[in-house]
C-alpha cells in the first residue's frame, strides 16, 4: 500500500540530547496505527514533529506523496493533519461549540448558528456534551470528547490521537472506538498513542513499538499480543511484576487506625460515608466516575468542604479535624497525589528542582529557612535517581518532560514531604507498563515501611492487585468492603453498579 504520510529517518534533539534518533515511519491509507512505547520513548515527539508542533532536527516528511514541511500546526492542519492532545489545548473561556468552529471565521460569531451545528454535530458522534457549555466548566473525560470533535470537524485525512481515552468512561470508549471504525470507512487514517495495550490490540491495524527515542518493531496487529508488545517495550517480560495474582501474597495485617471518617456528607457527591485507613495496608478504593470517592478524598485532604452542618467526622490517629485548606492537612501528614497532574499537581514552567524544593518547604520538610540551592539541587538528584525519572538533570522543566515522568514528579513532591497517610488517585493514568511497575512498587514500599496508603482506581486489576483491602463505593458511599485476594472483579464491579 502507498503510504498517505512517511517520515523518513527523524531526529529530534533537546539540548543535544535526542528525543528521537533515525527513525522511519509510515501511515497507510484508512489504517489505524498504534504507536506504543514506554513514557519517554519519543512517541508524542514523532507526532509532534508530524503535526507540526516541533521541527525535525534532521529526516524528512513526505505527505501525499509530496514532501512537506510544517512549521505550524496550522500549516499541517491545512494540509489535512489533525492532532487530539494528551493533555487538552482548548480556550477555556469559550463554549463547547465556539471551541469546536473556532478556525472557521465566517461561522465563529454567529453563536446561534454554531450552537445548533455543534449539537447535531456532536450528536452524530455520539458524543453527549452541551454545545453552550462553557469549556472551563467541563469534566475531564467531556474536554477530551469535543477535542475529538474538533479535530473530526477539520474533515482531516490524517488524525493524530494521543492517549484520547485515558479520560473516558467505559461507555464512552466504547462510542470513540465505534467512530475510529466510521473514521477508517470514509478512508481516514489514524495515529494512535495509548498505554492502554489492550485498546491497541483490538482497533489497530499494524503497531509500531518505540524505546529509548529509537523504533524497535513494526508489524501488522495480528503478530503481536500483550507480552509481546511489552517485552519490545521495556526489553524484559513484566507479567509477574505487574499481573501476579494477589491471591499468592498473604495481605498485610492492620496497623493503627490512622484515619476515621464517619457520615461523612459533601453536598450530593459524598452521602454520609464511613470508613476507615491503616497503617502498614493499602486500602484499595473502587468506584466508577462520579461515585464520589475522588470528592471524599479531597475532603479528607482539605481541598473541599464537607457540609457545615451534619458533615460527619475525620479522625486523625484518634484526633479529631476539620481541614478548610491543604496546608494544615499536609503538616499533619496527608498527602493526596491528584488524578489531574497538569492543572493540579506541578508548576510546569518551573524546573524539576523546583517543583520538589517547593513541596519540601511547604511540608515543612526542608532543612533551611530559606531557599537552599545546593539542599534543591541534591533533592532533586535523590528523587530523579529514586523514581527512574528520565531527564537531563533537575533543571529540566517539567513541561518538558513526558507522561509518565511527570507523575513520577508529582509523587517525589508527595513523599519528599514524609507524609503519615498518602492518598493515591489514579496513580498510574497515562502512564506507561515500565513506569506503572515501578509506581506499583514505590506503594508496596510505602505500606512495608507503615505508611498509610489508599489507593483510588477506576482499573480494577491495578485495585485488586495492590490493596490489602477494598472498599468499593457507589452514589457517594462506600457500600462494600472486601478483604484483598478475596474478591474477584465480578464481585467488585456489581458491588460498584447495583
Same mark, same amino acid.
Given at each position: 500500500?502507498?503510504?498517505?504520510?512517511?517520515?523518513?529517518?527523524?531526529?529530534?534533539?533537546?539540548?543535544?540530547?535526542?528525543?528521537?534518533?533515525?527513525?522511519?515511519?509510515?501511515?497507510?491509507?484508512?489504517?489505524? !496505527?498504534? #504507536?506504543? &512505547?514506554?513514557?519517554? *520513548? +519519543?512517541?508524542?515527539? @514523532?507526532?509532534?514533529?508530524?503535526?507540526? /508542533?516541533?521541527?525535525?532536527?534532521?529526516?524528512?516528511?513526505?505527505?501525499?506523496?509530496?514532501?512537506?514541511?510544517?512549521?505550524?500546526?496550522?500549516?499541517?492542519?491545512?494540509?489535512?493533519?489533525?492532532?487530539?492532545?494528551?493533555?487538552?489545548?482548548?480556550?477555556?473561556?469559550?463554549?463547547?461549540?465556539?471551541?469546536?468552529?473556532?478556525?472557521?471565521?465566517?461561522?465563529? !460569531?454567529? #453563536?446561534? &448558528?454554531?450552537?445548533? *451545528? +455543534?449539537?447535531?454535530? @456532536?450528536?452524530?458522534?455520539?458524543?453527549? /456534551?452541551?454545545?453552550?457549555?462553557?469549556?472551563?466548566?467541563?469534566?475531564?473525560?467531556?474536554?477530551?470528547?469535543?477535542?475529538?470533535?474538533?479535530?473530526?470537524?477539520?474533515?482531516?485525512?490524517?488524525?493524530?490521537?494521543?492517549?484520547?481515552?485515558?479520560?473516558?468512561?467505559?461507555?464512552?470508549?466504547?462510542?470513540?472506538?465505534?467512530?475510529?471504525?466510521?473514521?477508517?470507512?470514509?478512508?481516514?487514517?489514524?495515529?494512535?498513542?495509548?498505554?492502554?495495550?489492550?485498546?491497541?490490540?483490538?482497533?489497530?491495524?499494524?503497531?509500531?513499538?518505540?524505546?529509548?527515542?529509537?523504533?524497535?518493531?513494526?508489524?501488522?496487529?495480528?503478530?503481536?499480543?500483550?507480552?509481546?508488545?511489552?517485552?519490545?517495550?521495556?526489553?524484559?517480560?513484566?507479567?509477574?511484576?505487574?499481573?501476579?495474582?494477589?491471591?499468592?501474597?498473604?495481605?498485610?495485617?492492620?496497623?493503627?487506625?490512622?484515619?476515621?471518617?464517619?457520615?461523612?456528607?459533601?453536598?450530593?457527591?459524598?452521602?454520609?460515608?464511613?470508613?476507615?485507613?491503616?497503617?502498614?495496608?493499602?486500602?484499595?478504593?473502587?468506584?466508577?466516575?462520579?461515585?464520589?470517592?475522588?470528592?471524599?478524598?479531597?475532603?479528607?485532604?482539605?481541598?473541599?468542604?464537607?457540609?457545615?452542618?451534619?458533615?460527619?467526622?475525620?479522625?486523625?490517629?484518634?484526633?479529631?479535624?476539620?481541614?478548610?485548606?491543604?496546608?494544615?492537612?499536609?503538616?499533619?501528614?496527608?498527602?493526596?497525589?491528584?488524578?489531574?497532574?497538569?492543572?493540579?499537581?506541578?508548576?510546569?514552567?518551573?524546573?524539576?528542582?523546583?517543583?520538589?524544593?517547593?513541596?519540601?518547604?511547604?511540608?515543612?520538610?526542608?532543612?533551611?529557612?530559606?531557599?537552599?540551592?545546593?539542599?534543591?539541587?541534591?533533592?532533586?538528584?535523590?528523587?530523579?535517581?529514586?523514581?527512574?525519572?528520565?531527564?537531563?538533570?533537575?533543571?529540566?522543566?517539567?513541561?518538558?518532560?513526558?507522561?509518565?515522568?511527570?507523575?513520577?514528579?508529582?509523587?517525589?513532591?508527595?513523599?519528599?514531604?514524609?507524609?503519615?497517610?498518602?492518598?493515591?488517585?489514579?496513580?498510574?493514568?497515562?502512564?506507561?507498563?515500565?513506569?506503572?511497575?515501578?509506581?506499583?512498587?514505590?506503594?508496596?514500599?510505602?505500606?512495608?515501611?507503615?505508611?498509610?496508603?489508599?489507593?483510588?482506581?477506576?482499573?480494577?486489576?491495578?485495585?485488586?492487585?495492590?490493596?490489602?483491602?477494598?472498599?468499593?463505593?457507589?452514589?457517594?458511599?462506600?457500600?462494600?468492603?472486601?478483604?484483598?485476594?478475596?474478591?474477584?472483579?465480578?464481585?467488585?464491579?456489581?458491588?460498584?453498579?447495583?
Amino acid at each position: 500500500m502507498t503510504p498517505i504520510l512517511e517520515l523518513r529517518n527523524g531526529t529530534k534533539e533537546y539540548r543535544g540530547v535526542p528525543a528521537v534518533k533515525d527513525v522511519t515511519f509510515a501511515l497507510h491509507r484508512g489504517e489505524v !496505527h498504534a #504507536l506504543l &512505547g514506554e513514557n519517554g *520513548a +519519543g512517541k508524542s515527539t @514523532l507526532t509532534k514533529m508530524i503535526a507540526g /508542533v516541533v521541527e525535525p532536527t534532521a529526516g524528512e516528511i513526505w505527505f501525499d506523496g509530496d514532501r512537506a514541511e510544517f512549521k505550524t500546526p496550522a500549516q499541517a492542519l491545512s494540509r489535512g493533519i489533525a492532532m487530539v492532545y494528551q493533555e487538552t489545548s482548548l480556550v477555556p473561556s469559550l463554549t463547547v461549540a465556539q471551541n469546536i468552529y473556532l478556525t472557521d471565521q465566517k461561522h465563529f !460569531h454567529r #453563536l446561534r &448558528g454554531i450552537y445548533i *451545528a +455543534g449539537q447535531q454535530f @456532536l450528536q452524530s458522534l455520539n458524543f453527549h /456534551v452541551d454545545p453552550t457549555a462553557l469549556v472551563s466548566g467541563l469534566g475531564a473525560g467531556q474536554k477530551q470528547m469535543v477535542e475529538i470533535a474538533r479535530a473530526v470537524h477539520h474533515n482531516a485525512k490524517v488524525i493524530i490521537f494521543d492517549e484520547p481515552t485515558a479520560t473516558l468512561t467505559p461507555e464512552e470508549k466504547h462510542q470513540f472506538f465505534s467512530l475510529v471504525e466510521r473514521l477508517k470507512t470514509r478512508g481516514v487514517s489514524i495515529i494512535f498513542i495509548s498505554h492502554a495495550l489492550e485498546e491497541a490490540l483490538q482497533i489497530s491495524d499494524r503497531i509500531t513499538v518505540m524505546r529509548d527515542g529509537e523504533h524497535i518493531v513494526t508489524d501488522v496487529t495480528s503478530a503481536f499480543d500483550r507480552e509481546k508488545i511489552v517485552r519490545a517495550m521495556v526489553g524484559r517480560s513484566l507479567s509477574a511484576e505487574l499481573y501476579g495474582s494477589r491471591k499468592d501474597r498473604q495481605a498485610r495485617s492492620s496497623g493503627d487506625k490512622v484515619l476515621s471518617v464517619q457520615n461523612l456528607s459533601m453536598g450530593n457527591a459524598v452521602r454520609n460515608t464511613s470508613f476507615s485507613v491503616f497503617a502498614g495496608q493499602i486500602t484499595g478504593v473502587f468506584g466508577l466516575i462520579g461515585s464520589g470517592r475522588t470528592e471524599a478524598a479531597k475532603v479528607v485532604a482539605g481541598i473541599l468542604k464537607r457540609d457545615l452542618f451534619h458533615g460527619g467526622q475525620v479522625r486523625l490517629n484518634g484526633r479529631p479535624v476539620r481541614y478548610r485548606v491543604p496546608r494544615p492537612a499536609v503538616r499533619d501528614g496527608i498527602i493526596y497525589v491528584t488524578e489531574d497532574r497538569k492543572v493540579e499537581g506541578f508548576f510546569e514552567t518551573m524546573s524539576i528542582a523546583e517543583n520538589i524544593y517547593l513541596a519540601a518547604m511547604a511540608g515543612g520538610r526542608s532543612k533551611s529557612a530559606s531557599v537552599s540551592v545546593s539542599e534543591m539541587n541534591a533533592l532533586a538528584k535523590e528523587w530523579i535517581g529514586a523514581l527512574n525519572v528520565k531527564a537531563i538533570n533537575g533543571d529540566a522543566r517539567v513541561i518538558e518532560l513526558s507522561g509518565g515522568n511527570q507523575q513520577k514528579i508529582v509523587v517525589a513532591k508527595a513523599l519528599v514531604q514524609k507524609p503519615k497517610l498518602v492518598i493515591f488517585d489514579e496513580p498510574t493514568r497515562g502512564v506507561d507498563v515500565g513506569a506503572i511497575a515501578e509506581i506499583h512498587q514505590l506503594i508496596n514500599r510505602l505500606a512495608d515501611d507503615g505508611i498509610a496508603v489508599m489507593v483510588i482506581s477506576s482499573y480494577l486489576p491495578e485495585v485488586l492487585q495492590l490493596s490489602d483491602r477494598i472498599l468499593v463505593c457507589r452514589q457517594g458511599r462506600i457500600v462494600e468492603e472486601f478483604e484483598g485476594g478475596k474478591a474477584d472483579e465480578e464481585t467488585i464491579m456489581y458491588a460498584a453498579v447495583h
